[in-house]
């Protein structure tokens, strides 16, 4: 079956290290996004990516970075310099339209990681 | 700027009983979408329907249902004869088109429902 794979599911780091997030899909999804997601504020869009080799920071993109290298792969990176580090993160993917019918993707998600700063 | 308010943030209903989750939103766009999806506590959120601005026909499938209404800027979630595995956090979403196949979601804070038996 098709889906969005992120691991670990649960991870514990310590202040000062980086930490990276996997996010594997085989949705032949164009589209992928980063989230994150603390309790009663919802979901916030940390980076996001259309093509291999681009993406765009999203809303909360400071101390964290992310790649794609491949188009079924984008994983994110916590680094050092993310100073409330500990949440629940959450990967997406969406295929990509053209024009004003781009706002109809639905988003798949992964089960996400959720990452303690000890 | 595009928001989305979900003023319920917590709701407790005894199985069987009907409830509904509000859901407000604010855009200048007169193109955009609407969602709703349920994040149950495996933590993926899974699609439950989608809307655009210019269909404000009401759906039903099965126990659920939806009431847009571009007059208030309102898309409520209704269930009907509540059971326990509908508790989960379901949050309302506001999509709109960025240049270049990109869409802009912005998400509720989101309503966790408790449904006891």
């Known amino acids: 079956d098709g889906g969005i794979t992120q691991s670990p599911k649960y991870l514990f780091r310590k202040e000062g290290q980086n930490v990276t997030l996997s996010c594997e899909q085989n949705?032949?999804?164009?589209?992928m996004y980063w989230y994150r997601q603390d309790p009663g504020q919802g979901l916030r869009l940390i980076y996001y990516?259309?093509?291999?080799?681009?993406?765009q920071k999203g809303d909360i993109a400071e101390g964290y970075s992310v790649s794609r290298e491949k188009k079924e792969s984008f994983p994110l990176t916590v680094t050092s310099a993310q100073k409330n580090p500990t949440a629940f993160y959450l990967c997406a993917s969406s295929i990509i339209t053209q024009g004003q019918a781009s706002g109809a993707n639905v988003l798949t998600f992964g089960a996400g990681s959720r990452l303690t700063v000890l | 700027a595009q928001k989305v308010t979900q003023a319920q943030t917590e709701i407790s209903v005894v199985e069987k009983e009907d409830v509904t989750l509000d859901c407000v939103y604010e855009t200048r766009d007169t193109t955009y979408y609407l969602f709703w999806y349920k994040q149950p506590p495996s933590g993926e959120l899974v699609f439950l329907i989608r809307?655009?601005?210019?269909?404000?026909q009401n759906e039903i499938s099965g126990r659920y249902s939806w009431n847009f209404q571009k007059s208030t800027s309102s898309f409520n979630f209704t269930i009907t004869a509540s059971q326990v595995v509908d508790s989960a956090v379901y949050f309302c979403a506001l999509s709109e088109a960025l240049l270049g196949g990109y869409q802009k979601v912005t998400f509720g804070t989101g309503t966790k429902l408790q449904v006891i038996p």
């Open positions: 809307r655009n601005s210019f269909d404000e």
């Open positions: 990516s259309q093509i291999v080799n681009d993406f």
């Open positions: 949705l032949n999804h164009d589209a």
